[in-house]
């Protein structure tokens, strides 16, 4: 419930009756303590407990949808079903739903990320409102009306809030990073630390006066509603400590989240039901709901995790468009829960009142005209004005990622969070010893991180420094027992060293906890693989394909087997599918182009050298197989000597001419060409480094070319020699 102050409702209500003293409560005591005031000191432990049995991440996706997603349900039937709150506000009711739909799908199909600055801002506000608006009812329960009250209790909910935002390393590393990511200027850390003391300076100054406000009332005998305070005590005290003393971001956000949606679906509750006794002006589908039932309680319930369910939707999408629409409409969702509540729960309005079981209030506002209407248009230019210039900030943005998270590491040097997400993009680059000390900078400010462990621990292994790397892994397992990237990360590791059982016992520990992890799957099959059981291997990828019929490695690593065994149409059907849903994966490319060429299909198969090269230029094994074909390709029209010349020399540059096959293309090049002196040279090259492989089967290929070549020299020579 989205409320501002408004000195004109802060008077004594106009039947000269204010509430009286012993009906404090919304409800009643103990409704009103689980429901409303005490509902912290059960989300606590029921999250703590949830907890040993869902991961984090698990826990935020479903109180993300069931909760956050859902409770905007109860808010639309306010909206759409109230007739004479419709026929006040129908312009906004019909038009707003359209505009910011319109918004929301334009931004998540050009992967613009501005709306997520308002989403963050606009949500804060929307959970420090709703509180204020709590405040103002339990405040009306005992007839506190007095100005300076209402506005102390206003600049309390401000104050404290955003306390709990600007304190917070992780919601503020959020907020920049998505600010960065919409093209806003960089912010020096200096104004941050400048901006935060003078906000905590502030926010103690107005606790101050709000006390001595509350021991003058109590002095002049108006003394305000403890429950207020105790509202407020607990409110604040549990947004700070979701904010600021929980590391994990998403587990902050889903404590006060649930916090946030049982006050809510609480109060919509009562006031509905409250209407319909009175039979105000209601659709028959709100007045059949709300009716006093258990079962209607439980169908309510039901209604708004069904809405809710849209975002779990959203989550096991994964094709582009259809997701990115979805993406959309949950927003859309999302901000129009945060306007309608600005305006359809106010509490000084007296229809408002009376379905909340107060006295007294202003009369209803009157259906907008121009002048109204005016500066309605006015204050949506708070929204469309920074969505406009930050949708166009990004568009025209020319910076990259890694200078963005530099920015963030300069804004927030002692944030964890930015160091972290600067070693990501690092890595992501390629730069892995730079991003090793940025994991070990994060770690520097939070040791006890199982995420940024993991993360060093992948960089390690890409550095082949395994023993290292298993250490980080383990410590992160240590952390968090059940971290399915962890253990997986820790298996591959551990597969390197040739500790295959310790790593297939891990893998099966993933598929204990997720039976539907396609990648432990995928490792599995790897391991075993490895171990020269080639038939369990092809069994792991066919589960992993059931678990996840678009798992491109399941493909991949499929098609690689099928191949060797000779069964080349099963192999081409497979790395088609991966690089149906992996387009620019270059190793199916360049495995499919080998298969081709091994069914004559030369020309299909120079397409997909072509691609995997594409995808990653100079790649030996791609260059290689097109450096091949384009030096023996039967068609001269195809056959390119000078290009498989070109591409031969570049390959074997790069193994430092030790690797065998790339030795035997460049002979085979260099004999296309003519150059048979150059061929026998490089052919004798690559025998022996096929011999020192050893790959007795490649050396007998090199053998019978190396023959040709020395028998094709000694022609030439005998020509040379008869002229």
Same mark, same amino acid.
């Given at each position: 419930?989205?409320?501002?102050?408004?000195?004109?409702?802060?008077?004594?209500?106009?039947?000269?009756?204010?509430?009286?003293?012993?009906?404090?409560?919304?409800?009643?005591?103990?409704?009103?303590?689980?429901?409303?005031?005490?509902?912290?000191?059960?989300?606590?432990?029921?999250?703590?407990?949830?907890?040993?049995?869902?991961?984090?991440?698990?826990?935020?996706?479903?109180?993300?949808?069931?909760?956050?997603?859902?409770?905007?349900?109860?808010?639309?039937?306010?909206?759409?079903?109230?007739?004479?709150?419709?026929?006040?506000?129908?312009?906004?009711?019909?038009?707003?739903?359209?505009?910011?739909?319109?918004?929301?799908?334009?931004?998540?199909?050009?992967?613009?990320?501005?709306?997520?600055?308002?989403?963050?801002?606009?949500?804060?506000?929307?959970?420090?409102?709703?509180?204020?608006?709590?405040?103002?009812?339990?405040?009306?329960?005992?007839?506190?009306?007095?100005?300076?009250?209402?506005?102390?209790?206003?600049?309390?909910?401000?104050?404290?809030?955003?306390?709990?935002?600007?304190?917070?390393?992780?919601?503020?590393?959020?907020?920049?990073?998505?600010?960065?990511?919409?093209?806003?200027?960089?912010?020096?850390?200096?104004?941050?630390?400048?901006?935060?003391?003078?906000?905590?300076?502030?926010?103690?100054?107005?606790?101050?006066?709000?006390?001595?406000?509350?021991?003058?009332?109590?002095?002049?005998?108006?003394?305000?509603?403890?429950?207020?305070?105790?509202?407020?005590?607990?409110?604040?005290?549990?947004?700070?400590?979701?904010?600021?003393?929980?590391?994990?971001?998403?587990?902050?956000?889903?404590?006060?989240?649930?916090?946030?949606?049982?006050?809510?679906?609480?109060?919509?509750?009562?006031?509905?039901?409250?209407?319909?006794?009175?039979?105000?002006?209601?659709?028959?589908?709100?007045?059949?709901?709300?009716?006093?039932?258990?079962?209607?309680?439980?169908?309510?319930?039901?209604?708004?995790?069904?809405?809710?369910?849209?975002?779990?939707?959203?989550?096991?999408?994964?094709?582009?468009?259809?997701?990115?629409?979805?993406?959309?409409?949950?927003?859309?969702?999302?901000?129009?829960?945060?306007?309608?509540?600005?305006?359809?729960?106010?509490?000084?309005?007296?229809?408002?009142?009376?379905?909340?079981?107060?006295?007294?209030?202003?009369?209803?506002?009157?259906?907008?005209?121009?002048?109204?209407?005016?500066?309605?248009?006015?204050?949506?230019?708070?929204?469309?004005?920074?969505?406009?210039?930050?949708?166009?900030?990004?568009?025209?943005?020319?910076?990259?990622?890694?200078?963005?998270?530099?920015?963030?590491?300069?804004?927030?040097?002692?944030?964890?969070?930015?160091?972290?997400?600067?070693?990501?993009?690092?890595?992501?680059?390629?730069?892995?010893?730079?991003?090793?000390?940025?994991?070990? &900078? +994060? %770690?520097?400010? /939070?040791?006890?991180?199982?995420?940024? =462990? *993991? $993360? #060093?621990?992948?960089? @390690?292994?890409? !550095?082949?420094?395994?023993?290292?790397?298993?250490?980080?892994?383990?410590?992160?397992?240590?952390?968090?027992?059940?971290?399915?990237?962890?253990?997986?990360?820790?298996?591959?590791?551990?597969?390197?060293?040739?500790?295959?059982?310790?790593?297939?016992?891990?893998?099966?520990?993933?598929?204990?906890?997720?039976?539907?992890?396609?990648?432990?799957?995928?490792?599995?099959?790897?391991?075993?693989?490895?171990?020269?059981?080639?038939?369990?291997?092809?069994?792991?990828?066919?589960?992993?394909?059931?678990?996840?019929?678009?798992?491109?490695?399941?493909?991949?690593?499929?098609?690689?087997?099928?191949?060797?065994?000779?069964?080349?149409?099963?192999?081409?059907?497979?790395?088609? &599918? +991966? %690089?149906?849903? /992996?387009?620019?994966?270059?190793?199916? =490319? *360049? $495995? #499919?182009?080998?298969? @081709?060429?091994? !069914?004559?299909?030369?020309?299909?198969?120079?397409?997909?050298?072509?691609?995997?090269?594409?995808?990653?230029?100079?790649?030996?094994?791609?260059?290689?197989?097109?450096?091949?074909?384009?030096?023996?390709?039967?068609?001269?029209?195809?056959?390119?000597?000078?290009?498989?010349?070109?591409?031969?020399?570049?390959?074997?540059?790069?193994?430092?001419?030790?690797?065998?096959?790339?030795?035997?293309?460049?002979?085979?090049?260099?004999?296309?060409?003519?150059?048979?002196?150059?061929?026998?040279?490089?052919?004798?090259?690559?025998?022996?480094?096929?011999?020192?492989?050893?790959?007795?089967?490649?050396?007998?290929?090199?053998?019978?070319?190396?023959?040709?070549?020395?028998?094709?020299? +000694?022609?030439?020579?005998?020509?040379?020699?008869?002229?």
């Amino acid at each position: 419930m989205d409320h501002k102050p408004a000195h004109r409702a802060n008077t004594i209500p106009k039947d000269g009756k204010p509430s009286p003293a012993s009906s404090l409560w919304i409800l009643g005591s103990w409704k009103d303590l689980l429901l409303f005031v005490g509902t912290p000191a059960l989300i606590i432990p029921l999250v703590a407990a949830a907890g040993s049995r869902w991961t984090t991440e698990e826990i935020a996706v479903y109180v993300v949808a069931f909760g956050a997603i859902g409770h905007h349900l109860p808010g639309m039937m306010r909206a759409y079903g109230d007739r004479e709150l419709f026929r006040r506000f129908k312009v906004r009711f019909l038009v707003s739903p359209l505009f910011l739909l319109l918004v929301c799908l334009l931004f998540a199909h050009w992967h613009l990320n501005g709306l997520r600055v308002i989403f963050l801002l606009w949500g804060a506000w929307h959970a420090l409102a709703q509180v204020y608006g709590f405040v103002r009812i339990y405040d009306a329960k005992s007839g506190s009306f007095a100005p300076l009250t209402v506005r102390l209790d206003w600049l309390m909910c401000l104050a404290w809030f955003g306390l709990g935002l600007f304190y917070s390393p992780g919601r503020m590393a959020a907020l920049l990073d998505v600010f960065y990511l919409s093209g806003g200027p960089p912010i020096p850390g200096a104004a941050i630390h400048t901006f935060q003391t003078a906000w905590g300076m502030a926010t103690a100054l107005i606790t101050g006066s709000f006390l001595i406000n509350l021991w003058w009332q109590w002095r002049e005998g108006q003394p305000a509603n403890p429950i207020k305070a105790l509202l407020m005590a607990t409110s604040f005290g549990f947004w700070y400590y979701a904010m600021v003393g929980i590391d994990n971001v998403l587990l902050g956000i889903a404590l006060f989240e649930i916090f946030h949606d049982v006050q809510y679906l609480s109060i919509v509750w009562l006031y509905n039901r409250r209407r319909v006794d009175k039979g105000q002006g209601i659709g028959a589908f709100t007045r059949f709901l709300f009716r006093r039932s258990g079962v209607l309680i439980g169908l309510y319930v039901g209604l708004v995790f069904a809405y809710g369910a849209i975002q779990l939707l959203t989550d096991a999408i994964d094709r582009g468009f259809l997701q990115q629409s979805l993406f959309g409409v949950v927003t859309a969702s999302t901000l129009l829960h945060f306007y309608f509540d600005g305006f359809i729960w106010k509490v000084r309005e007296r229809s408002t009142r009376q379905g909340l079981g107060l006295r007294g209030g202003q009369a209803d506002e009157a259906a907008p005209g121009p002048g109204r209407g005016l500066n309605h248009g006015l204050m949506w230019s708070l929204f469309v004005i920074p969505v406009c210039l930050m949708g166009w900030a990004e568009w025209q943005s020319s910076g990259s990622k890694l200078e963005h998270y530099r920015s963030l590491v300069a804004s927030l040097p002692d944030s964890w969070y930015a160091h972290n997400r600067l070693g990501l993009e690092l890595r992501k680059e390629g730069r892995l010893e730079a991003a090793a000390q940025s994991f070990r &900078q +994060a %770690l520097a400010l /939070k040791s006890e991180s199982a995420e940024v =462990h *993991n $993360n #060093l621990g992948v960089t @390690l292994r890409s !550095q082949d420094r395994t023993e290292e790397a298993v250490a980080h892994f383990r410590h992160a397992l240590r952390l968090r027992p059940g971290a399915i990237e962890a253990l997986d990360n820790l298996g591959i590791a551990l597969a390197s060293q040739g500790r295959i059982e310790e790593a297939m016992r891990l893998f099966r520990k993933v598929l204990e906890l997720n039976p539907k992890s396609a990648e432990a799957l995928v490792n599995l099959g790897a391991a075993s693989r490895s171990q020269g059981r080639l038939e369990e291997a092809i069994t792991y990828y066919r589960r992993a394909l059931e678990v996840d019929a678009e798992s491109t490695e399941a493909h991949y690593n499929l098609g690689n087997l099928l191949q060797d065994q000779g069964k080349l149409d099963q192999a081409v059907s497979h790395y088609r &599918q +991966a %690089l149906l849903f /992996k387009p620019r994966y270059y190793p199916a =490319h *360049n $495995n #499919l182009a080998m298969a @081709l060429k091994t !069914q004559g299909k030369l020309d299909q198969a120079i397409a997909h050298y072509r691609q995997a090269l594409a995808a990653n230029p100079g790649w030996p094994p791609a260059s290689n197989g097109l450096a091949w074909i384009l030096a023996t390709h039967p068609d001269p029209d195809v056959r390119d000597v000078a290009e498989a010349l070109k591409l031969a020399q570049r390959t074997a540059q790069s193994t430092q001419y030790r690797h065998a096959p790339s030795l035997d293309t460049l002979a085979g090049a260099y004999a296309a060409a003519g150059r048979f002196d150059r061929a026998v040279a490089m052919a004798q090259a690559a025998l022996k480094a096929a011999s020192t492989a050893p790959d007795e089967a490649l050396a007998t290929d090199i053998r019978r070319r190396l023959a040709f070549y020395r028998q094709a020299l +000694a022609s030439r020579e005998r020509r040379k020699a008869m002229k």
